[in-house]
C-alpha cells in the first residue's frame, strides 16, 4: 500500500515533570522524492536538538551529542516503516528525560513474556494437565493441531472453517501414518486398549473423521463437542503412553514420597459458619461442597508424593481455609512437619523439574504447571527458605487477569511449586470464606502410583 508522503514534519517534545532540567528536542523533517522511481532521491532527515534555558551543561550527560545532525536514508521501494523506524529510534535516544539522580544504565530489560498479549498459556487446569503428559511426538503434534482449534472458534466473526480443516487433515494424517509408533509407545499389558482408543480417534463417534463433517456442515457448537471429545480421546491415549516418570530423580530425594503418574484428591468442604454453599441450577442449598483436585506427578513427583501421603495420613481432615490475596491458604500446622520439601518445578521444554530455583518469566521462562490458571493448587513457601516448600501448608490460586501483566502472566509465576488444578468444584472456590473446613481429604485414584521409601 503506498502512503503519500507531505513535505516535512515537524516532531517537538516538551518535558512533562515541573522543576527538572531537560534537554527539550525539536524534529524537523523534510521529505524529497521524484515524481518518477528513476530519478528518486533519497529521503532527507534534519534532527535538530535545541537545548533548554535551564538547561545546566555540567549535569547532563548529553554535553557530548551534537545538537544539529544531518540524516540520509534511502527510501526507494521501501516501505513508510521504515521512515517510522528510523524516527521512534531517535525519539528513543533524544526524548526528553530528567537528568537528577538519573542513571543511564540502570533501566531494566523489557518484560517481553510477562507483558506479552502474544502468550499463549493454558487458560484451564484440563488443558495444563494434558499438555503435561511426556507422550508421544506423534501424539504431541496431534494434540497441537487440534488445540489450534480452539484458538479458531474464539474468533467472534466469521468462524475459519477451512483452517480447522486444514488442522484435522493434519491430525488425521500423522495418526495415520504414524501408528505404529504410536502403539509401540504402549505398554505390552495396554496395548489393546491403546488399539481401541486409537481406532475410536479416527473413526468413533467423537473422533476425528466426524470432526471433520462438523466442521465441513459449518456448525460451530458441534465442532466445540467434538472437539473435546477428540482431545479426551487423545489425553486417554498419551496416559497409556506415560505409566511412569520419564527421567530419574536425583540420588538425594529418592527418600521422599513420590507419585509416578497422575492422582485425583477429594476434598470435602463445610462452611464454618454453618450456612450453606449456594446451590447449582435447579439444586438444593449444600451443607458441604465437593472439590476435585488432579495431582500432577509427572511435572511436580515429590511435591504431589509428599501431598497424597498426608491425605492418606488424614492430616488434613479439619483443616481450616483462609481467604488472602487471590489465594484460599490451608492453615500451616506446625506440629505436622515432619521434614522440608524442595520447590520444585518443571519448565516448559525441559525433561524433568528444577529443585531449589525458581523461574524467571521475564526471560522467556515458563513452567509446564502454570500458577495462572483458576484453580491451580500450589504449596506455599517454607517459613525459612523459599528454596523449600512448605511441606504441609497448600492453597488454591484464583487467578484474576486484571492483577496480571498484558499477556496473561500472573507477577507470581515460576515462584511456587504448582502440583495439580481444580477439575470438578471450580464454582465452590468463590464461595468459600475465611474459616471454613475441610471435613476430609481422600486419595480416591492413584494409590498404586505412590512410592513411600522405607524410612531410614
Known sequence: ??????????LSFTPSTPKQHFLSTHFAFRFSR?????????????????????????????????????????????????????????????????LGGWDFWSVLPANAVLYSPETKIPRTGELALRRAIPANTNMKAIQASLEDISYLLRI????????????????????????????????????????????????????????????????????????????DTVAELELLQAPGLSFLLPEQYLKYPRLTGRAVVELNIEKGDGSSFTPEAGGEPRKAATIQVVLDGYSAPLTTGNFAKLVIDGAYDGTKLSCINQAIISEN??????YSVPLEIMPSGQFEPLYKTTLNVQDGELPVLPLSVYGAVAMAHNEDSEEYSSPYQFFFYLYDKR??????????????????????GREVLPQIRTGDVIRSAKLVEGQDRLVLPKES
Not at 162 to 183: Q, R, T, W, Y
Open 1 to 10: 500500500m503506498a502512503f503519500p508522503l507531505p513535505s516535512s514534519i515537524t
Open 403 to 424: 492483577n496480571a501483566g498484558l499477556g496473561g502472566i500472573s507477577f507470581d509465576e515460576g515462584q511456587f511449586s504448582v502440583f495439580g488444578y481444580t477439575t470438578a
Open 333 to 338: 500446622s506446625l506440629d505436622k512437619k515432619g
Open 34 to 98: 521524484a515524481r518518477s522511481q528513476e530519478n528518486a532521491r533519497p529521503v532527507q532527515l534534519k534532527f535538530q536538538c535545541k537545548v533548554s534555558k535551564d538547561f545546566v551543561k555540567d549535569q547532563s550527560p548529553w554535553s557530548n551529542i551534537p545538537t544539529s545532525l544531518n540524516l540520509s536514508t534511502f527510501m526507494n521501494g521501501k516501505k513508510l516503516e521504515s521512515l517510522v523506524a528510523v524516527i521512534l529510534i531517535l525519539a528513543q535516544i533524544s526524548s526528553p528525560l530528567p
Open 156 to 231: 467472534p466473526q466469521r468462524k475459519p472453517y477451512g483452517s480447522m480443516e486444514g488442522n484435522v487433515k493434519k491430525a488425521l494424517k500423522i495418526a495415520v501414518d504414524g501408528k505404529d509408533p504410536i502403539l509401540g509407545s504402549i505398554p505390552a499389558d495396554l496395548r489393546e486398549k491403546g488399539s481401541m482408543l486409537y481406532t475410536s480417534l479416527i473413526d468413533g463417534k467423537g473422533g476425528l473423521q466426524a470432526l471433520l463433517k462438523s466442521i465441513k456442515d459449518q456448525d460451530p457448537d458441534k465442532v466445540s463437542v467434538g472437539l473435546a471429545s477428540s482431545l
